[in-house]
């Protein structure tokens, strides 16, 4: 799956010169909690809700609200963005935008196409792939197994329920503590839940959980 797959677009930009009460205005209005800086059609910076608010003066100010209304209206958000921008491009693997966020401790990228902003991926697009990846929204027998971390293990498996006629809606592999081992979530239609457990047990180390 790749981030043109799955990003938002169009995308919602604002200019560097917006002043920052107008910006999150714009931002509670789209619901909406990061946004592309745009300046003469190129990516000048990345703005989220939280840049905006730090910028705020404290709700314990002494100030007046005329006070702070003057004060938001002369900051700009070219003033609290973020310049050095993290980006990826529409054929970036989905799980490589994941891991740039991760490590980067990011909640989104702006996505690029011959220099122009044409989409952002966020957090909440990830959640989204992750729910369809497990399959949350479908009903079925969800099981957590583990497994050895050895070739075949995994082929084994899935042709022991694809021989009973299940049909397999979900799956998704993660490390375990243990090396040696591997965590599998998978979801299966079209066998009860006891049918299930009857054909994953002898080809896995250990059934963790077992739901319908």
Do not use: C, H
Request: glycine share 6%; proline share 5%; no cysteine.
């Amino acid at each position: 799956m790749l981030i043109g797959e799955r990003m938002s677009k169009p995308v919602i930009t604002i200019p560097p010169d917006m002043p920052i009460s107008d910006a999150l205005n714009l931002m509670k209005k789209e619901q909406i909690r990061r946004v592309p800086v745009v300046k003469n059609g190129k990516l000048a910076g990345i703005v989220s809700d939280k840049d905006l608010l730090n910028a705020s003066p404290s709700p314990v100010t002494t100030l007046s609200i005329w006070e702070m209304n003057y004060l938001l209206s002369k900051i700009t958000v070219s003033e609290v963005m973020s310049k050095n921008v993290m980006t990826v491009t529409e054929d970036t693997p989905i799980e490589q935008a994941a891991r740039i966020m991760a490590d980067n401790k990011i909640g989104g990228l702006p996505v690029m196409r011959d220099g122009n902003v044409i989409g952002i991926i966020t957090e909440t697009d990830l959640f989204k792939v992750f729910l369809e990846l497990l399959g949350a929204r479908e009903s079925g027998v969800r099981v957590t197994a583990l497994v050895e971390d050895k070739l075949g293990q995994l082929a084994t498996l899935t042709e022991a329920i694809a021989a009973k006629k299940g049909n397999f809606i979900a799956f998704g592999q993660f490390t375990d503590a243990n090396l040696a081992n591997k965590i599998v979530t998978f979801k299966v239609r079209g066998l009860t839940l006891e049918e299930v457990r009857e054909i994953v047990r002898p080809v896995v180390k250990e059934i963790l959980d077992i739901r319908a």
